[in-house]
Antibody
């Protein structure tokens, strides 16, 4: 079954850390660029991080740069987001998503169900 | 950063209506715009990429157009399952950005 499944969400105090995971199945994970996108309660979508099909190409939104780290383990078909120095404004549902374009025109055709992170 | 401005922020429509949502970029981005639909409590779903290419499995009542700075998503013959929030997204740069969303509500 083709799917992405996030895990690792939860409640954390301001200044704390959390690590999200995204497990891929049914796809050749190593072929795809991957991204993290979040959505604060009642708000729109915010792209936060992007990683190429290896660890050499990574990008971050200014809002998380220096605090969040994206990584992947192609052998485990998994994507990760290490979130440090968390703030109340990081409270959101975090989605992992697959980029079909390999970076040429990023568009996201496969999404996880989302993981809720609450900083309080 | 490239800013994407959607309009309207919300609209009311009836089943069968033709609905148009616009998205404007603050610089020319070619045809690098994608459109998503999001139902409450669900992940977004890709509808259209590269301004006008329909994603596989998406009904043909959805269409996209535009280039440069101005883009539109049109739903021709709105169906009950189309009441949702729609987002544009620019893919001109790797630092992608989304529009703020357009909520399509039942009139």
């Amino acid at each position: 079954q083709v799917q992405l499944v996030e895990s690792g969400g939860g409640v954390v105090e301001p200044g704390g850390s959390l690590r999200l995971s995204c497990a891929a199945s049914g796809i050749i994970f190593s072929e795809y660029y991957m991204t993290w996108i979040r959505q604060a309660p009642g708000q729109g979508l915010e792209w936060i991080s992007y990683i190429g099909n290896n660890d050499r190409t990574v990008y971050y939104a200014d809002s998380v740069k220096g605090r969040f780290t994206v990584s992947r383990d192609n052998a485990k078909n998994s994507l990760y987001l290490q979130m440090n120095s968390l703030r109340a404004e990081d409270t959101a549902v975090y989605y992992c998503a697959r980029d079909m374009s390999s970076g040429t025109l990023p568009h996201f055709d496969l999404w996880g169900q989302g993981a809720l992170v609450t900083v309080s | 950063d490239i800013q994407m401005t959607q309009s309207p922020s919300s609209l009311s429509a009836s089943v069968g209506d033709r609905v148009t949502i616009t998205c404007r970029a603050n610089q020319s981005i070619g045809r690098s715009v994608n459109w998503y639909q999001q139902q409450p409590g669900k992940a977004p779903k890709l509808l259209i990429y590269a301004a006008s290419t329909l994603e596989s499995g998406v009904p043909s009542r959805f269409s996209g157009s535009g280039s440069g700075t101005d883009f539109t998503l049109t739903v021709t013959g709105l169906q009950p399952e189309d009441f949702a929030t729609y987002y544009c997204q620019q893919g001109y740069t790797t630092l992608v950005t989304f529009g703020q969303g357009t909520r399509v509500e039942v009139k």
